[in-house]
């Protein structure tokens, strides 16, 4: 779900002679030819939250409740509240202003991206001609109801919040960038949602050569496709902290990163620059997991040691498996009070759920902050699970 904009430098020029060119899109071959060959782990993927990042409306359901009675957001402003419909052209959203008896001021845009799984809420975005912007309201999960989109005031009737290409790139696998402005996109080109090729790379000579007559040894370079599980310690990380290493500038334009590629190279996070700086637990999980002991005593603890991209995982206490293959439950200091049963969930302790500073809704004078799992893996005490 798009959190609230960081402070950018400038994107590189597209005109720039040094900079790298995304691959075309015509190296690309979509994941329905992925899933000609590989049914059972594109069955289970198009279920997960990386699939659903981001979708055309009418593609899936959406979140969020258009019925009269619960489709209205009332705003700190008395003259000003939100109201959410459904017809047969579309998901709308509208302003309605009151400034006066008999008065009213409406602005009405139609949801054309749907952002986000609504694991933690849904947010959605309008164009206007090639030019693509957030929606002032959101839908917030955990609330069961509609509240103001992180980065938008209170009380405030603005559409204005562009959505620029570094957006595009964790909630979607492939676009034209076309500015001036930021925000604008050849919306043909438009590709939601995380596909295969965007952790494997493009695919279509690895799907020419696997088609020919003397189809390449599986697993080799011939095979021309990566696979994450095949890299490097870090280049493993750098496939996952693209989109999981919080906001970030480009040095590079969006989509020109390649999974191998040294990140760095492509992004640089100002937030992090010395190595106390807290670190939020929204869209930052490649910086927490680095910060664990568990990590730092590792050489080869990565994301994707607890986690299969091509599986949706919910259940929390399901991965302490991992955890108990280097720790013994009779080591932990709740083992005198718990017994064996700790052993069932050691991530609720280790890894708890804490409020996000960088994910907001102000809606009427309150600041709502959804929980994220933290992945720095620690000793905790209850005052800093809040």
């Not at 947010?123 to 001609?129: A, D, R, V």
């Not at 299969?308 to 080591?331: E, G, I, M």
């Amino acid at each position: 779900m798009p959190g609230p904009a960081s402070p950018e430098a400038p994107l590189p020029s597209a005109s720039s002679k040094n900079e790298k060119k995304p691959p075309p899109r015509r190296d690309f071959v979509g994941d329905a030819v992925c899933r000609s060959c590989h049914e059972e782990k594109a069955k289970t993927y198009f279920e997960t939250a990386h699939h659903f990042a981001s979708y055309w409306p009418g593609e899936h359901p959406i979140s969020g409740h258009f019925t009269e009675g619960s489709n209205i957001f009332r705003t700190s402003n008395p003259f000003l509240y939100f109201k959410m419909t459904a017809t047969k052209d579309g998901y709308f959203e509208t302003a309605v202003e009151e400034p006066g008896p008999g008065q009213e001021i409406t602005r009405t845009e139609r949801i054309g991206v749907i952002a986000g799984a609504s694991r933690k809420g849904q947010s959605y975005l309008f164009w206007k001609g090639d030019d693509l912007f957030q929606l002032p309201i959101t839908y917030w999960t955990e609330l069961d109801s509609w509240g103001n989109s992180p980065g938008y005031p209170d009380g405030s009737p603005r559409f204005d919040r562009a959505i620029v290409p570094r957006c595009l790139e964790c909630h979607g696998s492939y676009f034209e960038w076309t500015p001036p402005p930021a925000n604008h996109y050849n919306k043909a080109s438009i590709v939601l949602g995380i596909w295969c090729e965007k952790c494997h790379g493009a695919g279509r000579e690895h799907v020419t050569r696997n088609r020919s007559r003397t189809p390449p040894r599986p697993g080799s370079e011939a095979e021309a496709i990566v696979n994450p599980a095949a890299l490097s310690r870090d280049r493993q990380m750098d496939v996952c902290g693209l989109c999981h290493s919080g906001a970030a500038t480009p040095i590079q334009p969006s989509l020109t990163f390649l999974p191998g590629d040294v990140l760095d190279d492509y992004i640089v996070n100002l937030q992090y620059a010395t190595s106390d700086t807290p670190v939020d637990v929204h869209a930052s999980q490649m910086q927490l997991l680095q910060k664990s002991r568990c990590f730092k005593s590792s050489t080869t603890l990565t994301c994707m040691t607890c986690h299969d991209v091509h599986q949706t995982q919910r259940d929390a206490a399901a991965f302490s498996p991992h955890c108990l293959t280097c720790h013994q439950p009779k080591n932990c200091g709740q083992y005198t009070k718990l017994g064996d049963k700790i052993a069932s969930n050691c991530i609720d302790c280790h890894m708890p759920l804490q409020q996000t500073q960088a994910i907001f809704s102000n809606s009427s004078g309150t600041k709502y902050r959804p929980k994220v799992r933290t992945h720095r893996i620690a000793i905790y005490s209850d005052n800093q699970t809040q």
